[in-house]
Structure formats: C-alpha cells, structure tokens
C-alpha cells in the first residue's frame, strides 16, 4: 500500500526553524514529484514547495522564497522541507504529496497525500 508520512512538526517561536520530513512507504519516491502544502484553519489548501523526481527543478511559493529549501535523498525514500525565519503566518497543518508526470505547486494535481503534521510558530 503506497504511503506517505510526514513529520518534524511543533511549536517554535518566530524567527526559529523545523525541518518537515516525508517518507514514503510502498513505492520509491524517485519516481513521483513531491510536493509540500499547508493549511491553516479557516484557508485553502496551498502549496508551498515541490521538487521534480529528479531533484533538478523546485519550485516555491512566493511566501516561503528565501526561508525554505526542499530537498529530496532518494536512497532514504524522503523529502525534506527546511524552513527557516519562520512567523505566524506559517502556522498551518502540513502535508506532503506526490504525483507522476509533473511538478506543480497545485495541490489538486497530486494523487497519494499523507496525513500532515502540524507546526505552530508563537511565542
């Protein structure tokens, strides 16, 4: 059964940083573009990063250029979402995605999702 799980959420206060993880079970992540998103209560699904199955193309949401990096280690079946400098307006639930065949930050061109793990940034 293809899964995806992520983790690395919490609390931190603002200017701090987490690194989100995502793994893969059931199939390799090599051959799916991975892609990060976020909702906070009340907000749309967005997308924040997503990286190609390749590595070689990342694409990220304007909101996040300059504080996060996704990165990918496909010997490790894992995605990595660095995010740093982080405020409030980056609390939300956080979910990881994947999708074959394209690289895109809209959250309804991806097929398997995980469950999401939640970060909180308050003092």
């Known amino acids: 059964q293809l899964q995806l799980v992520e983790s690395g959420g919490g609390l931190v206060q603002p200017g701090g940083s987490l690194r989100l993880s995502c793994v893969g079970s059931?199939?390799?992540?090599?051959?799916?573009?991975i892609g990060w998103f976020r909702q906070a209560p009340g907000k749309e699904r967005e997308g924040v990063s997503c990286?190609?199955?390749?590595?070689?193309?990342?694409y990220y949401a304007d909101s996040v250029k300059g504080r996060f990096t996704i990165s990918r280690d496909n010997a490790k079946n894992t995605v990595y979402l660095q995010m740093n400098s982080l405020n409030a307006e980056d609390t939300a639930v956080y979910y990881c995605?994947?999708?074959?065949?394209?690289?895109?930050?809209?959250?309804?061109?991806?097929?398997?999702w995980g469950q999401g793990t939640q970060v909180t940034v308050s003092s």
């Open positions: 990286i190609r199955s390749s590595g070689g193309v990342r």
């Open positions: 059931g199939f390799t992540l090599d051959d799916y573009a």
């Open positions: 995605a994947a999708v074959k065949y394209t690289t895109s930050l809209k959250w309804n061109d991806y097929d398997y």
